[in-house]
């Protein structure tokens, strides 16, 4: 009943329906009538489900708390918004609820005239109406109150001198609890010290709202890391704690076991007093986008406040494997996720704060492979790197690049494992991470190839979690192009896929799978038009044969399970590469390809062979700021677009490692999909085939 009620109240960001150990807090920002609309009552079908909702916790032994956010355009001081807020809550309070929350969070300090008017201060204006409301309702038992400033950082000039949490402190009627965050919106650490300071200014202890696993303000991140940072201690400070956990219900199991047995731990400290459940004013709450709560003697016995990732690993096992596999019963071809996925798992995505082990490493090491390629590049700025830091580089490459198999094989195993909730949830953030990877990998090997110029390559001096987008955002960071989000963000595909991909830096041996593939892919576009040309080389001299023979560098081979199924060739300077051609490529292929072959007939024959007879070149104005060039090449049974994504944007930087400031490609004017394609990567139509010998669009996209 209450996962039906919660596809029926869908919830997003920041303040979630909350669900907990005897706690429910209904606040979700996409109920418009929460907060934009907050003046409107429910309709009869809206009531409805808000009082089975309602029914559902009681019915489980959990207090439903119903919240209400304003403070976006409320007048204070109008007598008609002061009503039309008592009849929304009447409204709720005669479905069953007796429990409420006022919120004030993230709105402008400012007042309307007649609020200045009627009212000392914006605490003051708020405060009031706190109370009347208050009383209006009873008095009931639990009535939250969410301050401006909820937190210190957003405390003017300083939480004990602010104005505002002073007036709040002595105006607020004792019986209301006013939230708080700690610190920060989102809290590292809890200290005893710094909540005895709110609790002396507020009057009360404080209610923590603890957005330690909150996620929804970056969608590339989820916290699947413990409860921690909060020390037994704090609960001499406290009246409770609220748990702002992750948006997807499967990635809270951990964060909610490590919570029980911070709470168990609180209780044992307590032993000798009153227990804290029969202390109302006491009891932790907290808070979630859905419901499966726990009880109190629900909490597991596994001790797991150990602060580190072996905290919670054996807890999400079971949640994400052998506990599924009794209710649910073994699909064909579906298995659970090893110890060591989930170990991996729980490392890539821990805290906001802080990454896992195998987080760090992986981070450490692209940064340490980074500023030390030097040692395997073609002239390494004039020093010869010694054998054993030579070594040392293969080796730490090496590492890197097994830990990005690792997440590779981490996602097929996500994607075929038995609990499906666990893969809707969370395959969003794997499928990115591997795709990031994946670039990240090709861009390593590609460094190994010794294919670098030596240039500098800038790091990103700052804490983990200052940049958005989780481990996946801080590898892309480190990446030549990584300032370009749109190379790196695309939707999952509808249909997850378990398939393995691989993207490594060009070898000969590849020449003739690859001379194959762009025969292959040209007879399907051309319908076999050009079947007069016989010989096989053809096609993939004139598409690829060229830069593999002079630039093999910036060539780079995409491969699944059965083989090659795309390739992506760069130049990365036109002009001294036509230069080259011109000496050496081109007189090769007009020997190869005369432009009168014997047995040759046809006007489609002739004009292909000409290709190699005619000058090629490209206006100055387009190089100066598009000094290099691309092209891409996959299979159309390539289904996953993010995968020919990543393939361009490992060739992107490595072109942008050594020194190129734009690229462009042809495309041909009826290739509409090649044409979306590019262009959400950022192209734009710079050069049309009227402006050139050859037809087509160029499109270019600066680095």
Not at 184 to 210: F, G, H, N, T, Y
Not at 244 to 266: D, M, Q
Not at 294 to 304: G, M, R, W
Not at 512 to 533: C, N, S, T, W
Request: charged share 20%; proline share 6%.
């Amino acid at each position: 009943m209450i996962c039906l009620l919660m596809h029926l109240f869908p919830i997003v960001p920041f303040r979630m329906q909350m669900w907990s150990l005897n706690t429910y807090l209904y606040g979700p920002k996409d109920d418009l009538k929460h907060r934009l609309l907050w003046r409107e009552v429910y309709s009869a079908e809206e009531e409805a489900q808000l009082k089975a909702l309602v029914c559902e916790a009681e019915s489980r032994g959990l207090t439903f708390v119903y919240a209400l956010s304003p403070g976006q355009d409320i007048v204070f001081s109008s007598s008609c918004d002061l009503t039309l807020l008592k009849r929304k809550l009447r409204q709720v309070s005669d479905l069953g609820c007796q429990a409420f929350a006022l919120l004030f969070d993230d709105i402008d300090h400012s007042m309307c005239q007649s609020d200045t008017e009627a009212f000392s201060s914006f605490a003051h204006a708020q405060v009031t109406v706190a109370n009347e409301i208050f009383r209006f309702l009873g008095e009931p038992p639990v009535f939250l109150f969410c301050p401006t400033e909820y937190c210190s950082s957003l405390c003017t000039p300083s939480v004990s001198k602010s104005p505002y949490l002073l007036t709040v402190g002595e105006d607020l009627l004792p019986g209301i609890s006013v939230i708080w965050t700690g610190n920060k919106v989102i809290s590292r650490e809890l200290s005893p010290e710094s909540l005895a300071e709110v609790q002396a200014v507020l009057r009360r202890p404080p209610l923590i709202w603890d957005n330690l696993h909150a996620n929804d303000y970056d969608s590339r991140r989820v916290f699947l890391g413990p409860f921690k940072g909060r020390p037994p201690g704090l609960r001499a400070h406290l009246r409770g704690l609220l748990l702002n956990p992750n948006c997807e219900f499967e990635a809270n199991f951990i964060p909610l076991h490590t919570l029980g047995s911070w709470y168990k731990e609180v209780k044992e400290e307590g032993k000798g007093e009153r227990r804290m459940e029969d202390r109302e004013p006491k009891r932790p709450i907290t808070s979630s986008r859905s419901t499966g709560a726990l009880a109190s003697d629900e909490i597991p016995a596994d001790p797991l406040m150990s602060q580190d990732l072996k905290a919670g690993e054996n807890q999400v096992s079971r949640s994400f494997s052998h506990e599924k596999i009794s209710r649910r019963g073994l699909c064909s071809g579906r298995v659970p996720l090893s110890e060591a996925q989930v170990q991996l798992l729980v490392g890539l995505y821990y805290l906001p704060h802080e990454h896992g082990p195998p987080a760090q490493n992986l981070l450490q090491d692209l940064t340490w492979l980074k500023a030390n390629c030097h040692c395997v590049s073609v002239n390494g700025n004039g020093k010869k790197a010694s054998p054993q830091k030579v070594e040392e580089w293969r080796d730490r490459a090496g590492r890197f690049l097994a830990a990005c198999d690792d997440v590779a094989l981490l996602h097929g195993a996500v994607v075929t494992s038995i609990n499906r909730a666990v893969l809707y949830d969370l395959y969003p953030y794997i499928w990115d991470l591997r795709n990031t990877l994946l670039v990240a990998k090709a861009f390593i090997c590609w460094l190994g190839c010794g294919a670098s110029s030596g240039a500098e390559l800038h790091g990103v001096e700052a804490e983990p979690w200052v940049f958005k987008g989780g481990l996946s955002g801080e590898v892309q960071m480190l990446l030549p192009v990584g300032t370009s989000s749109e190379l790196f963000s695309h939707p999952p595909p509808l249909f997850p896929t378990s398939r393995l991909y691989n993207i490594r830096p060009f070898q000969q041996k590849d020449k003739v799978e690859l001379y194959r593939m762009v025969r292959q892919l040209h007879q399907r576009g051309k319908g076999g038009q050009d079947a007069v040309i016989s010989h096989p080389d053809f096609i993939g001299d004139r598409c690829l044969g060229a830069s593999l023979a002079l630039c093999p560098e910036y060539s780079l081979v995409l491969e699944d399970e059965l083989g090659v199924c795309g390739c992506a060739v760069g130049i990365l300077d036109v002009h001294s590469f036509a230069k080259r051609c011109q000496a050496s490529w081109l007189p090769a292929m007009r020997d190869k390809y005369p432009s009168r072959p014997h047995g040759a007939s046809g006007h489609t024959a002739t004009k292909a062979l000409l290709y190699f007879h005619e000058e090629q070149d490209y206006p100055d104005s387009l190089l100066y700021h598009f000094p290099s060039q691309l092209r891409l090449e996959a299979l159309p049974e390539l289904v996953d677009c993010s995968v020919s994504r990543s393939l361009l944007t490992a060739l992107l930087t490595a072109l942008k490692a050594n020194g190129s400031q734009g690229v462009f490609c042809e495309v041909q004017p009826t290739d509409g999909l090649r044409m979306e394609f590019l262009t959400k990567l950022g192209f734009l139509e710079i050069l049309r085939g009227e402006a050139r010998p050859r037809e087509g669009v160029v499109l270019g996209r600066l680095l």
